[in-house]
C-alpha cells in the first residue's frame, strides 16, 4: 500500500497541489494532492460524498478551489472556466450527458464545441475519430434513437475531436451494460496507450483494479492513501475507502410462501414520447422472498414502479394483484392500505418532502399507522414514529424536527426505508436502494431489506447495481426495452448471462 | 479579477428568521422609497408620510375605516393563501367576491321578505355559495380538460364585472335611482350591526378572525390541510402518497372562492348598503400580495391586511390632503410586493464576501 505512482520520464501532465474548496456545510476538498503522469489511467476513488465530483469540477474549471495550486504540463496554472480548460487540452465526459434527444449526433457535437463548424462539414471528422479509436458512431443518426452506451460514445467521440491530452470520465459506467464496460476499457486502453492521460471517476473497485495504473483515494475531502490498483485486494482498496472492514451481507436459504404479488401479461404505453411501453410483463413474488429486476435505467423501470406502486393507471391490458386481491384500478393510497409499501429512486420531492421535517414526512405514508384519528393529526404519535426510524436505521440528522432536505442523500434513503419498513408492508417495492448511497448505509439497507424477506415480506428490488441483485435476491430477472426475462434462481445465473441479457440478447 | 466583491450563496437550510424579516424588511424599503417619491412630487416627506399613515387614524372613525377595509382583503387572502399553499393558483378573487354580492344582494332584493328573520344568515350564505360557484368553473375545467386556472380564474373577472353591470343596468336597477345603475337600498334589518356606534366596521370583522383561526387549524391540525400542503410543495410526493390532485384543485379553489364571496356580500350588506357596479377597489386583487405578505400564515395575512388597508386609507388621505393622484396607492403596494420579492431571495441565499484567489494566472 501506498507505493508511489510510476514516474513519467517528462514533466507530468497534471499536478494538484494543496487543493481546499469549502462549501456552506461541508470542507468539500481538504488539502488534496493528485499527480496524472503521461499516458496514465489514474483513478480518483471514494465514496459518494467523498470530494470526487468537487475535484474533478476545479480540474474542468467549473469551479475555483478556495486555495491550493494546478500544475499543467509542469507550469502554474489557472483554470477559468471550462472553456479555458478545453483550451488547454482537458476534455470530460460527463456522468449524465448533455445531448438533445431530437438532434442528430453530428448537431450535438457541432453545438457543443468551442470553434463554429457546420455539421456537415464536421461529418468527416466524426467518422474519422470514430473509426480510429474503435467507437462506431453514425454522425447522422439521432440521439433519442441511440442506447446510453451509444450515447456515451458520442460524448467520448466529442471530446477527442478536440484532441485532448487529458481526459476526465466520471463514473463512465454506471448506466452500461458489462459487455459494453469491456468494450470502453478497451477504448481507454488505448487512447492510454496513445499518450492521453486519463482521471478516471468511479467507486467501483472491480473496474479500478481492471483499468488503472494508479489511484488516488478520496474519503470525506481528504486523501486517504494513493495505491497501484492491480497490487491491491477489493477488501484492502474498500478499507482505504471506507475505513473499516466490511462484512458483506448473507442471505440465508428459506422456503418462500404464498404468492404476495402477481403481474399477468401486464402491458402498457408510456405517456412520455421518450418513455418505454411495458410489453406482457409476467411475474410472481412470493412472500418471504426478495425477487431482483436487473437492467440499465430506462428500459421500462419507471414505469412498472408506476404501474405497480398505483400512482400512474393508465391505458393498460392485463393484471395486477396484491396478496390475492386485483389492484390494478386501485390508487396509491388504496394499494398501501392492501399492504403495499414503496422506496422510490427520486428520495427528495417523492419519497419525502423536502422542506418538511421528518416527523411530517412520516405522515406521507404512515397516516394509517395511527398518526391520524378523526382527520386530525396526532403530532405525538408522529414524532415517536420518526424518532424509532432514527433510532432503529442510524439516520445521522439533528432529530425528528430536521427538514429532509437537511439530510445526506444516504441518510434520507435509510429514513425512507425505515418508514416503509416499520409500516410492515406485506410487499415492498425498492427502487435503487442504494443509489448514491455511502458502502456502510448500503449494507445496513440490505440487512434490512434481508431482514424484512425473513419476517414474511414479499420484497422486489430494480437496481442497475448487478453485484447488489447477486448480493440479495432470491430470484433475478432482467427488463430490457419494456420485456421481462423469465425470472431464475440466483444460483442458476452469472453476471455474464445478466449482462446478455441487459443487451438484449438472448431474451428468455 | 475585477467584480462585484460580494456573491450570492445558497444557505445551507432556508432562514426562518429571514422568512419573518422580509416583509419587515419590504416595508421598510417601501417607507423610504415613498419619501423618495413625495420628494420628487415636491412634498415635504415627513409631512407626506404623516398624511399617509398617521392622520387616517386619528380619530374613532380612522381605526374604523381600518378594520372595515382590512375584513375583505383578509377574506380574499386567507381563501387564496390556502390554495397557493398547494399549488393552486385562483388568482380571480376579484371575480369571486363580486359573485358572492350579486348572490347574496339577489336574496336581499327578492326574497328576504319570505325569509323573515333567517334573511341575513341565508344572505351570507348565498354570498358564499356565489363565491363558491364561480370558482367552481376554473376547478372544472382544470380537473376535467386541465386548464389553466390562472388564466381561467382571471378571466372571470371581467366575465362578473360585466354581468353586474348587466344586472345594474338592466332588471335591478332601482326605478326610482334616476337612472343611476345600482339597486334599491337594502332593508334596514338586513344590514350587518357595526361593532361601535360612530364607526362603520361590521361584525363581519370579527367573524373573519373567526374564520383566520379556522383556517390556522385546518392547516396545521387536520390530515386534509397536510395533504394540501404536500401537494403544493412536493407534487410527486403527493401522488407517490396517493392524495388525490383533483380533490385538492377542488378543496382549495372552493374554499377561496367561497372566502372571497363572503368578503363581497358583507361589502355590499355592510358599508355599501346595496348594489352597485363598483363593489370592491381591487380587494380581490390586493390580497394576492396581503396572501404573500402574511407568509400565507393567518396571523401574517391579518397583519398583511391591515397594512394593505392602511394603504388604502393613506392614498385618500393623500389625495384630499395633498392633491396626489389616486395611483399613489397602487404605487405603494407594487413597492411592497417588490421589495418583498426581492427580501424573499436571502430567505434560501445570502451575500458571502467572494474568496480571494491565491496562484497565479497562466
Known amino acids: 500500500m501506498n507505493a508511489p505512482a510510476t514516474q513519467p520520464q517528462a514533466a507530468p501532465r497534471l499536478v494538484l497541489r494543496g487543493i481546499t474548496k469549502r462549501y456552506p456545510t461541508v470542507l468539500a476538498n481538504d488539502a488534496i494532492d493528485v499527480r496524472v503522469g503521461v499516458g496514465e489511467i489514474h483513478a480518483v476513488m471514494g465514496e459518494n460524498g467523498a470530494g470526487k465530483s468537487t475535484l474533478v469540477k476545479i480540474v474542468y474549471g467549473v469551479t475555483r478551489p478556495d486555495s491550493g495550486s494546478i500544475e499543467w504540463e509542469g507550469r502554474p496554472t489557472i483554470i477559468e472556466n471550462p472553456a479555458a480548460a478545453r483550451h488547454l487540452g482537458i476534455g470530460m465526459v460527463f456522468q449524465h450527458f448533455a445531448l438533445f434527444e431530437t438532434l442528430s449526433v453530428a448537431e450535438n457535437i457541432a453545438l457543443a464545441l468551442d470553434e463554429r463548424i457546420a455539421p456537415a462539414a464536421l461529418a468527416p471528422r466524426i467518422r474519422a475519430v470514430a473509426e480510429r479509436y474503435g467507437l462506431p458512431v453514425d454522425p447522422g443518426r439521432l440521439v433519442h434513437s441511440m442506447s446510453v452506451g451509444e450515447r456515451q460514445r458520442v460524448e467520448i467521440v466529442r471530446c477527442l475531436l478536440q484532441s485532448p491530452k487529458l481526459l476526465i470520465m466520471d463514473e463512465p459506467t454506471s448506466v452500461l451494460t458489462p459487455q459494453a464496460v469491456q468494450q470502453l476499457f478497451a477504448t481507454l486502453r488505448r487512447l492510454a496507450g496513445e499518450g492521453m492521460s486519463i482521471l478516471y471517476i468511479s467507486h467501483k473497485l472491480d473496474e479500478i483494479r481492471t483499468l488503472c495504473d494508479s489511484a488516488t483515494v478520496l474519503r470525506a475531502g481528504r486523501v486517504s492513501g494513493t495505491a497501484r490498483p492491480r497490487e491491491e485486494s477489493a477488501a484492502s482498496l474498500a478499507r482505504l475507502m471506507v475505513g473499516d472492514d466490511l462484512q458483506e451481507a448473507r442471505l440465508t436459504l428459506r422456503e418462500p410462501g404464498e404468492v404476495s404479488l402477481q403481474i399477468k401479461d401486464y402491458s402498457m404505453a408510456s405517456d412520455d414520447p421518450f418513455g418505454t411501453a411495458l410489453h406482457h410483463i409476467d411475474l410472481t413474488v412470493r412472500a418471504g422472498e426478495i425477487v431482483g429486476i436487473a437492467g440499465v435505467s430506462g428500459n421500462g423501470q419507471k414505469e412498472l414502479l408506476a404501474a405497480l406502486s398505483g400512482e400512474r393507471i393508465g391505458a393498460y391490458a392485463g393484471a395486477i394483484s396484491l396478496c390475492g386481491v386485483r389492484v390494478d384500478e386501485l390508487g396509491a393510497a388504496a394499494r398501501r392500505a392492501l399492504g403495499l409499501g414503496f422506496v422510490p429512486e427520486e428520495r427528495l420531492g417523492r419519497g419525502a418532502v423536502p422542506a418538511m421535517t421528518l416527523a411530517d414526512n412520516t405522515l406521507l405514508t404512515g397516516s394509517r399507522a395511527g398518526m391520524v384519528r378523526h382527520g386530525f393529526i396526532k403530532h405525538r404519535v408522529a414524532r415517536q414514529f420518526a424518532r424509532a426510524i432514527i433510532d432503529e436505521f442510524k439516520v445521522k440528522c439533528a432529530g425528528e424536527s430536521s427538514t429532509a432536505e437537511q439530510l445526506s442523500g444516504g441518510n434520507l434513503q435509510k429514513f425512507i426505508l425505515g418508514r416503509e419498513i416499520r409500516l410492515a408492508p406485506r410487499v415492498l417495492l425498492a427502487a435503487q436502494p442504494t443509489w448514491g448511497v455511502d458502502v456502510g448505509?448500503?449494507?445496513?439497507?440490505?440487512?434490512?431489506?434481508?431482514?424484512?424477506?425473513?419476517?414474511?415480506?414479499?420484497?422486489?428490488?430494480?437496481?442497475?447495481?448487478?453485484?447488489?441483485?447477486?448480493?440479495?435476491?432470491?430470484?433475478?430477472?432482467?427488463?430490457?426495452?419494456?420485456?421481462?426475462?423469465?425470472?431464475?434462481?440466483?444460483?442458476?445465473?452469472?453476471?455474464?448471462?445478466?449482462?446478455?441479457?441487459?443487451?438484449?440478447?438472448g431474451l428468455a | 479579477m475585477i467584480g462585484f466583491p460580494w456573491r450570492l450563496e445558497k444557505r445551507a437550510a432556508a432562514s426562518g428568521w429571514m422568512r419573518v424579516a422580509a416583509p419587515l424588511?419590504?416595508?421598510?424599503?417601501?417607507?423610504?422609497?415613498?419619501?423618495?417619491?413625495f420628494a420628487l412630487l415636491g412634498k415635504e416627506p415627513l409631512n407626506a408620510l404623516n398624511v399617509f399613515f398617521v392622520q387616517p387614524l386619528n380619530s374613532l372613525y380612522g381605526w374604523g375605516e381600518l378594520l372595515l377595509k382590512a375584513t375583505p382583503l383578509a377574506l380574499c387572502a386567507l381563501g387564496l393563501a390556502l390554495g397557493f399553499s398547494a399549488n393552486v393558483w385562483n388568482i380571480g378573487a376579484e371575480g369571486q367576491l363580486i359573485l358572492g354580492a350579486v348572490c347574496g344582494g339577489g336574496v336581499a332584493l327578492f326574497w328576504s321578505a319570505a325569509l323573515g328573520e333567517w334573511a341575513l344568515p341565508v344572505i351570507l350564505l348565498a354570498g358564499i355559495g356565489g363565491g363558491a360557484a364561480w370558482a367552481a368553473i376554473p376547478a372544472v375545467l382544470r380537473t376535467r380538460f386541465n386548464t389553466s386556472e390562472i388564466l381561467v380564474s382571471l378571466m372571470l373577472v371581467y366575465i362578473a364585472q360585466l354581468l353586474l353591470g348587466f344586472l345594474l343596468h338592466g332588471s335591478w336597477r332601482d326605478p326610482e335611482g334616476y337612472n343611476f345603475p345600482q339597486s334599491q337600498a337594502f332593508d334596514e334589518r338586513l344590514?350587518?350591526?357595526?361593532?361601535?356606534?360612530?364607526?362603520?366596521?361590521?361584525?363581519?370583522?370579527?367573524?373573519?378572525?373567526?374564520?383566520?383561526?379556522?383556517?390556522?387549524?385546518?392547516?396545521?391540525?387536520?390530515?386534509?390541510?397536510?395533504?394540501?400542503?404536500?401537494?403544493?410543495?412536493?407534487?410527486?410526493?403527493?401522488?407517490?402518497?396517493?392524495?388525490?390532485?383533483?380533490?385538492?384543485?377542488?378543496?382549495?379553489?372552493?374554499?377561496?372562492?367561497?372566502?372571497?364571496?363572503?368578503?363581497?356580500?358583507?361589502?355590499?350588506?355592510?358599508?355599501?348598503?346595496?348594489?352597485?357596479?363598483?363593489?370592491?377597489?381591487?380587494?380581490?386583487?390586493?390580497?394576492?400580495?396581503?396572501?404573500?405578505?402574511g407568509r400565507l400564515h393567518p396571523l401574517g395575512i391579518v397583519l398583511a391586511a391591515l397594512l394593505m388597508s392602511l394603504l388604502y386609507l393613506g392614498g385618500e388621505s393623500v389625495q384630499l390632503g395633498l392633491q396626489l393622484p389616486a395611483a399613489v396607492t397602487g404605487l405603494f403596494q407594487g413597492l411592497l410586493l417588490f421589495y418583498l420579492l426581492a427580501a424573499d431571495l436571502f430567505v434560501d441565499f445570502r451575500l458571502r464576501r467572494a474568496p480571494p484567489l491565491d496562484g497565479r494566472r497562466a
Open chain 2, 25 to 37: 424588511i419590504a416595508a421598510a424599503a417601501m417607507l423610504a422609497t415613498g419619501c423618495v417619491v
Open chain 2, 191 to 293: 344590514i350587518l350591526p357595526v361593532l361601535l356606534e360612530g364607526q362603520r366596521a361590521t361584525i363581519a370583522f370579527p367573524l373573519m378572525l373567526g374564520l383566520a383561526a379556522l383556517s390556522w387549524l385546518f392547516s396545521t391540525q387536520l390530515f386534509a390541510g397536510y395533504r394540501m400542503r404536500v401537494s403544493g410543495q412536493a407534487p410527486a410526493a403527493a401522488v407517490y402518497a396517493g392524495f388525490g390532485g383533483s380533490r385538492n384543485v377542488w378543496f382549495a379553489l372552493l374554499i377561496s372562492g367561497g372566502a372571497a364571496g363572503l368578503a363581497g356580500v358583507c361589502e355590499v350588506v355592510g358599508p355599501i348598503g346595496r348594489l352597485q357596479t363598483d363593489i370592491s377597489p381591487g380587494y380581490g386583487f390586493a390580497a394576492i400580495i396581503v396572501a404573500f405578505v
Open chain 1, 441 to 505: 448505509a448500503a449494507l445496513l439497507i440490505h440487512q434490512a431489506l434481508i431482514g424484512l424477506r425473513d419476517a414474511g415480506a414479499a420484497v422486489l428490488v430494480i437496481s442497475e447495481e448487478l453485484d447488489e441483485l447477486f448480493a440479495i435476491c432470491d430470484r433475478i430477472a432482467v427488463l430490457t426495452a419494456g420485456r421481462l426475462s423469465a425470472v431464475q434462481p440466483r444460483a442458476a445465473l452469472t453476471v455474464a448471462a445478466v449482462g446478455l441479457l441487459m443487451a438484449g440478447g
